[in-house]
């Protein structure tokens, strides 16, 4: 076996299928009416190391979605000294311990999903001053799922305005992912209708499976991992 030869072929598959997914954000966006330009790919990284993300690198990406702080402050670092144009997004649950090092890491935090993270990521920002803010987005629970972390849609209202009033936080827009069991067109359907009651226009929703559907109801942004990377 020739290690050099099998890694180029794994690097050479991981940009087929990235040319494959923006293809076919392409062609979603052409069906709908819509400008591909209007439409952000999020290459999910999370579990896989610089030697699977330097290809897509290469390729051109520059947006990154990860789910824990811990594993993105072990593998960011040097690539982002190497590519400073790299926009990191966590796209996973956030303690509210691990608020400062998250905004040192990211530039989009997409999961703000309860009251006392509000709190305390408006008391770090406070503490941390000039600095500039990570982008924020609201996470929906449009399933209602018990085990699942984000804002019930009757509750989404009163989050904003409390975000807004009581802790000083811009709020972009919003984020779901949809129960794994239901179809995905209503889940992104009422987060559509949400944000533009509040007149937020950003929309993350859709993942591998369904990021065409979610073009096609307004997504902003799709968070797209296996597609690219293959499966873990």
């Given at each position: 076996m020739d290690p050099i030869r099998d890694e180029t072929a794994a690097a050479d598959a991981i940009t087929a299928r990235l040319d494959e997914v923006r293809a076919r954000i392409a062609q979603a966006c052409h069906d709908a009416g819509r400008d591909p330009a209007s439409v952000e790919l999020i290459a999910v990284s999370k579990t896989f190391g610089p030697e699977e993300i330097a290809p897509v690198i290469a390729a051109g990406q520059r947006?990154?979605?990860?789910?824990?702080?811990?594993?993105?402050?072990?593998?960011?670092?040097?690539?982002?000294?190497?590519?400073?144009?790299?926009?990191?997004?966590?796209?996973?649950?956030?303690?509210?311990?691990?608020?400062r090092e998250a905004l040192s890491l990211f530039d989009v935090i997409q999961t703000l999903d309860r009251p006392s993270l509000a709190a305390a990521l408006a008391k770090e920002l406070a503490?941390?001053?000039?600095?500039?803010?990570?982008?924020?987005?609201?996470q929906v629970n449009t399933g209602e799922e018990p085990q699942k972390a984000g804002v019930a849609p009757q509750e989404v209202d009163a989050f904003l305005a409390a975000c807004r009033d009581a802790h000083g936080l811009a709020i972009e827009g919003l984020m779901c992912?949809?129960?794994?069991?239901?179809?995905?067109?209503?889940?992104?359907?009422?987060?559509?209708?949400?944000?533009?009651?509040?007149g937020l226009k950003t929309l993350?929703?859709?993942?591998?499976?369904?990021?065409?559907?979610?073009?096609?109801?307004?997504?902003?942004?799709?968070?797209?991992?296996?597609?690219?990377?293959?499966?873990?």
């Open positions: 947006r990154f979605g990860e789910n824990r702080v811990q594993e993105t402050a072990g593998k960011w670092p040097a690539l982002r000294a190497a590519h400073p144009d790299l926009e990191l997004h966590l796209i996973g649950p956030l303690q509210t311990n691990k608020v503490r941390a001053g000039a600095p500039p803010a990570p982008r924020l987005l609201v992912i949809p129960p794994a069991d239901e179809p995905a067109a209503p889940h992104f359907a009422l987060l559509a209708k949400i944000a533009a009651r509040h993350s929703m859709g993942m591998s499976g369904d990021y065409e559907t979610a073009i096609t109801l307004g997504a902003t942004h799709v968070r797209v991992g296996s597609a690219i990377f293959g499966h873990r």
